[in-house]
């Protein structure tokens, strides 16, 4: 009786891994649309472009970058 269900068990971490490698990469398409977002910083002040030419002050802090 084993041998009639001796690939059952390959089968069954086959489709396990599968669903898992999935989840990742549509957690990782998400994270990266995510985080692209378009900001702009004006005057010290960091703002978000949610619409076109539509800006919202943002809660992150903006700098300049200076080189030495």
């Keep these: 009786m084993d041998k009639n269900y001796e690939g059952t068990g390959y089968l069954l971490v ?3 891994l599968g669903i ?3 989840w990742a990469v549509m957690e990782f ?3 990266k649309d995510k ?3 378009n900001l702009k910083c004006v005057q010290g002040e960091l ?3 949610i619409r076109p030419n539509f800006y919202v002050k ?3 802090e903006c700098f ?3 080189s030495l």
Excluded: A, P
Aim: hydrophobic share 30%; aromatic share 10%.
């Design 58 to 60: 943002s809660h992150l």
């Design 35 to 37: 985080h692209n977002k």
């Design 29 to 31: 398409t998400h994270l």
């Design 20 to 22: 898992v490698f999935t």
């Design 14 to 16: 086959g489709v396990i």
């Design 47 to 49: 703002y978000e472009e």
């Design 64 to 66: 300049e970058q200076r």
